[in-house]
């Protein structure tokens, strides 16, 4: 059964149909899915952790804009492109990437398409009806009659493009126009060797942020791209701002990084033509270290006489390989189309940066190789958003990637002088939000049994940061959404035990607080691995009490002199970041019955209260400042929190009441920001019933199952099985449950079900039950 409300498809639990052993679960993927509702995801081709995502950019007439934060909203049904790289989910407008938009056009190129600044000639309508996703492969017939389809691999791709036979047939490689502009670009022609190669020097992630977005107005990559094609080229020609040169072979200039007039009708291309009625196959790769790498990219990775069909037959292979990791049985069809669609989200990113050669562009704008033993280096880490609930699915299930990745922030600091950056698209440095994630993220890996990166190494460094000030600490560029100084006035925040709301150069002072906090605590049970004295780390994972204003019962900015930043409701935003008082008040997961004795004897209530309205409804959808917003990453492990007050049943409820209205089918399927599949991995785990506690620890939380039985293959060879045979709408309530055959009281399943493997079989029923004791806080 569903019910459609507002865009969204919510599916209820009917009888459920086994699985079969054969089940293709790639079938349930929709890659649509959050293209509305400001999910910002994209339907385009992509393998597992692709280089190259092929995906539309879309225009509301605005060449120095689009759609949507990554190139594509559902309702924005006009493109001028099909651009080769894209961020999952990212909340800016324009996010990141999109480079180098390829648009088949019919008719003839006779003006610059960047003189069109309004996308009116050198633009296309199309309608849903004529366009396909599926993982590997996008198809879309535009409005112009030029039908498209597109399938990759890791780095390269093929795209076939069929003109109408009455018009002049090109295609226009808009090499300056990245989502967000670009510093310089070029493009080469070899008419006779049917090839263009080119590359965009980009970057500039949020650079249009109002809240220090002018900080990242800077180039941090240079994307080279080479495509030839299987038809001859009869014309061909390049632009430069408003001027077109036929026949020319070469060009140069990029866009600048402004919006709207200040830079409209800037930048440089260049066209093929085709005769008319041409079907044209088009192969194309890329590379961040040199148009060398591109080149070996494209031959290794795709023959010559490669095919769409063939090239997308393996991708949809490819993804049904690493799908294939979690097997649910039962549920809806609506359920698994959910479900696998927010499995294949959460595995869109990290994203792999290095050629085949094992060559990657570093952090410092230096080209540098693997390590040994590291078999890819990884781009792009929404730090803030990732470390509360995505690197702990990717550990769970990738953790040779998860490896990988650690392995590759850490050579990302190094080449930083030492600095681990909060936020990294592809390799820069773009100080996007708050706190020192990468300490919980590498804790969280290590605790969670990920051992192929140098532990010690990466360990240190971190440490080195949570302890040294560094020489930006106090640079104030960016403030406050993107400040440079990571782990801000360090200083000041040891002087004192909080960060102030008026000297720390951050956001906000009390949400730097609880980041830190969170960050040390979850380098203490690390360093306690690895046999380090983490005496002042533990003490350090305390500090978010500083910041605890007893007599209002919240969360508070304090000032340096150590009094309250005045004005206080519990719905400000003032010492917080994108939240507020109320959400970031929760955000102790390490020390919930501190947490708990702080507010006192109301905690549960007031935790009731965070998820319901004053008449006693429920209220998870967001839209209100005092209560929980399912897309605001500070309180995504709220609903977990009744597990450590006792009271588990109530995290069954609210789960399960999130994961059937705020969740669905259909392009609004998604709450808001993916936030690079963080919104999609928190699905998961709650479908599944299980949830991490806390960062820097691998124990889990027990919710409500969703399916009557769950299977995870970890890479690492460990096997996990939840069995909810009960499962059902009304019983959702945890009556009993067993750890490999033995009766459990707690809530909780020890780190030994994550790097050991196990079963649990949880008894469900429609009533709720004193069943799960608090967890023992570590």
Known sequence: ?????????????????????????????????????????????????????????????????????????????????????????????????????????????????????????????????????????????????????????????????????????????????????????????????????????????????????????????????????????????????????????????????????????????????????????????????????AELNLRSEIKPQTTVDHLAGEGYRDWRRELDAVKVTGGTDAQRTTFYTALYHSMLQPNISNDVDGRYLGSDFQVHRLAPGQRAQYGTFSGWDQYRAHIQLLALLKSDIAGDFAQSMYQFAQQNKGIWDRWLHVNGATHVMTGDPAAPTLATFAAMGVRNFDAQGAYASLVHQATVQNADAENDGGCPGQCTGQRPALNTYLAKHYAPQDACHCWGGAAETLENSLADFSLAQWGTRLGKNVTDLKDRGSWWKNTFDPEAGYQRARLADGTWQPGFTPSTDVGFAQGSSATYTWMVPQDVSGLAAAIGPTTVQRLDGFFHDENGNWAVKGGSALRYDPTNEPGLHAPWLY?????????????????????????????????????????????????????????????????????????????????????????????????????????????????????IAVRLGAAPTDWGTAPVDR
């Not at 390049?238 to 600048?256: F, I, V």
């Not at 936030?675 to 506690?693: K, N």
């Not at 709408?729 to 009556?735: F, G, L, M």
């Open 1 to 293: 059964m569903r019910l459609v409300a507002a865009g969204l498809t919510v599916a209820l639990l009917v009888p459920a149909v086994p699985a079969q052993a054969s089940q293709d679960l790639a079938s349930y993927v929709d890659p649509l899915i959050g293209s509305a509702r400001d999910g910002n995801t994209w339907p385009g081709a992509v393998r597992p952790f692709g280089m190259i995502s092929w995906s539309p950019t879309s225009t509301r007439g605005d060449q120095t804009s689009t759609g949507a934060a990554n190139g594509y909203q559902y309702d924005t049904t006009r493109v001028r492109g099909f651009s080769l790289t894209h961020v999952n989910g990212a909340g800016c407008n324009p996010g990141a990437a999109g480079d180098v938009p390829i648009m088949p056009y019919a008719g003839t190129v006779d003006s610059s398409p960047t003189a069109d600044t309004t996308d009116a000639k050198y633009a296309s309508n199309f309608s849903h009806a004529n366009e396909t996703a599926k993982p590997g492969r996008y198809t879309v017939t535009l409005a112009s009659g030029i039908k498209t389809d597109l399938a990759v691999t890791t780095r390269a791709g093929v795209g076939e493009f069929t003109f109408p036979a009455d018009q002049a047939a090109n295609l226009l490689f808009r090499t300056s126009n990245s989502l967000n502009g670009s510093e310089d670009a070029e493009i080469s022609i070899d008419r006779t060797g049917r090839k263009v190669t080119g590359s965009v020097l980009t970057g500039a992630f949020c650079g249009r942020r109002a809240n220090g977005g002018t900080n990242n107005r800077k180039s941090y990559y240079r994307l080279y791209f080479t495509a030839s094609f299987d038809q001859p080229v009869v014309a061909n020609g390049t632009w430069k701002d408003s001027a077109l040169t036929p026949g020319s072979s070469h060009t140069t200039g990029g866009e600048g990084y402004a919006t709207g007039a200040d830079r409209a009708g800037r930048g440089s291309g260049g066209y093929v033509s085709f005769a008319p009625g041409a079907k044209v196959r088009m192969r194309i790769g890329i590379s961040y270290v040199s148009l060398l790498g």
């Open 643 to 759: 597990n450590g007050l006792g009271v588990a049943w109530k995290t069954q409820a609210t789960t399960r009441e999130i994961v059937d209205t705020v969740y669905g089918v259909g392009p609004s399927g998604l709450p808001g920001n993916d936030d690079l599949g963080t919104l999609s991995a928190w699905y998961v785990f709650a479908a599944i019933g299980l949830f991490p506690q806390t960062p820097g620890r691998a124990e889990l939380l027990v919710g409500s199952p969703l399916f009557p039985k769950v299977e995870l293959r970890r890479s690492n060879g460990v096997r996990i099985t939840v069995e909810a045979p009960g499962t059902s709408d009304a019983n959702q309530y945890v009556q009993s449950l067993q750890l490999n055959g033995r009766n459990r009281a707690e809530s909780w399943l020890p780190e030994s079900f994550v790097t050991h493997g196990g079963r």
